[in-house]
Nanobody
Framework: VQLQAFGGGLVQAGASLRLSCIAS????????IGWFRQAPGKEREFLTV????????LSGDSVKGRYTISRDNAKNTVWLQINTLRPEDTAAYFC???????????????WGQGTQVTVSS
């Protein structure tokens, strides 16, 4: 499956963004989809994951309450809603697909190219 992330941009602190992860060339519905981010000079950080059916979600402690993940398998799309953006949210955001429901990047088999989110103060 091929993934592509969209929706990043330059926003002011306090704004909201909705990132999209669109899949092609594969059975999207069979995969758990996770979102990660990586800021310059920092390690990749797990944000949230949604199960293949969309029933179960898990979020990292740093984003609970501000980040919401959802999916529509009929549209081959997963969304990441980010509210009340902060300058420290500035990073490249990646979606990934895997058969394991996991916080670990190494458990994911397919990665999108990422979309940049920049938050100004």
């Amino acid at each position: 499956v091929q993934l592509q992330a969209f929706g990043g941009g330059l926003v002011q602190a306090g704004a909201s963004l909705r990132l999209s992860c669109i899949a092609s060339q594969g059975t999207f519905g069979g995969f758990n989809i996770g979102w990660f981010r990586q800021a310059p000079g920092k390690e990749r950080e797990f944000l949230t994951v949604i199960s293949s059916t969309g029933i179960v979600t898990l979020s990292g402690d740093s984003v609970k309450g501000r980040y919401t993940i959802s999916r529509d398998n009929a549209k081959n799309t997963v969304w990441l809603q980010i509210n009340t953006l902060r300058p420290e949210d500035t990073a490249a955001y990646f979606c990934a697909a895997g058969t394991r429901y996991s916080k670990r990047g190494q458990d994911y088999d397919y990665w999108g190219q990422g979309t940049q989110v920049t938050v100004s103060s």
